[in-house]
């Protein structure tokens, strides 16, 4: 069956669900085509930056196309489902997949979005100001200096070739960003902070070297990348190699040796990783004690939590509790 060709426009031209009159009480505004599905928007927008965060269910194979050019910076943030895109003027499609990132120029019009029938797409969009992303970058670095050069000449670039891997991190800043409940004033400057230190991290993620690495099979790395899925959502739960092989359909020495080279971590320094900054989380935004988040976390002494969280923090959750100076987290490696 062909797929379904819509214009970007299309999107905001569907029929409004059922009782949806005006912003729901998430913010989002919905609409519902029989050819696209149902899409969802929520859609921020500030002097230098756009946050828009869309889900959809797509009813057909549709292609996408927008033939708009974009004088901005479009950095996509892809929580579920799958797109397959392809720039003017970018040579290698960007194949985005649930937990990765990518940021793009795209100056010239005419670029085409491939996504798959009964999808539950999700993701987060930040479009940002093109003269305030080229003074907000400097030029100390290649990096850097590349993409200045790139925009200098109106050329179409992606940050990096291929797309990059949302980490922890960069998760709980996103869902800070999704989930702010202040108002006013502080809502804005929260969530513009929280943007801000996202792409930091993206553009501090995009400037580390890469080492040429032993290319992993296709079907692998779908498989690592389901499994990165499963850690995401069942992280306090105990697992043992031999399970998560059993999960992922890949041997064990595959498992270690394909996830470490893919996400340049080991499976278990991950798991502690998402631990650490779940327990980061409970400290920070509620009103539990260390003994409770401990816990929670499933240690059955609160010294041997705190050992860990100052491994990973370089605080102890006390002083982390007291709002002490922050100290970068240790790698796990």
């Not at 912003?23 to 756009?50: C, E, S, Y």
């Not at 996509?76 to 120029?105: A, S």
């Not at 900054?277 to 920070?284: G, N």
Request: overall charge neutral.
């Amino acid at each position: 069956m062909a797929a379904t060709v819509l214009q970007t426009t299309d999107l905001f031209e569907f029929n409004r669900m059922p009782g949806s009159e005006g912003l729901a009480a998430d913010g989002f505004l919905r609409f519902q085509n029989r050819k696209a599905g149902n899409v969802a928007v929520k859609n921020i927008v500030f002097p230098h930056m756009q946050i828009m965060e869309t889900q959809w269910e797509t009813a057909n194979d549709i292609e996408l196309q927008d033939v708009n050019p974009s004088e901005g910076i479009s950095i996509n943030f892809m929580l579920g489902g799958t797109i397959d895109t392809q720039f003017r003027g970018i040579r290698q499609e960007l194949n985005m997949r649930p937990g990765t990132h990518n940021l793009v120029h795209a100056p010239e019009a005419s670029h085409r979005n491939r996504l798959k029938r009964g999808q539950s797409l999700s993701m987060l969009l930040v479009s940002l100001d093109k003269a305030f992303f080229m003074s907000a970058i400097g030029q100390d670095d290649s990096w850097s200096e590349r993409i200045l050069n790139e925009l200098h000449h109106e050329r179409p670039f992606s940050g990096i070739s291929g797309t990059s891997t949302i980490t922890p991190q960069m998760r709980h800043l996103i869902d800070d960003i999704r989930s702010c409940k202040a108002l006013g004033p502080m809502r804005n400057l929260l969530i513009q902070s929280r943007v801000l230190e996202l792409v930091a991290l993206e553009i501090e993620q995009f400037k580390t070297p890469v080492l040429a690495l032993e290319a992993i099979p296709a079907d692998e790395v779908e498989k690592l990348h389901q499994l990165k899925r499963y850690l995401d959502a069942n992280f306090l739960s105990d697992h043992s190699l031999a399970q998560l092989s059993r999960y992922c359909l890949l041997n064990e020495f595959k498992v270690k040796k394909g996830f470490k080279q893919l996400f340049n971590t080991t499976v278990f320094n991950y798991l502690r990783k998402l631990r650490m900054e779940h327990a980061a989380q409970l400290l920070r935004n509620y009103a539990l004690s260390v003994d409770e988040v401990a816990d929670r976390l499933g240690y059955e002494h609160a010294q041997h939590f705190s050992i860990a969280f100052k491994k990973y923090a370089g605080l102890t959750p006390s002083q982390y509790l007291q709002g002490k100076a922050p100290v970068r987290p240790l790698a796990y490696a």
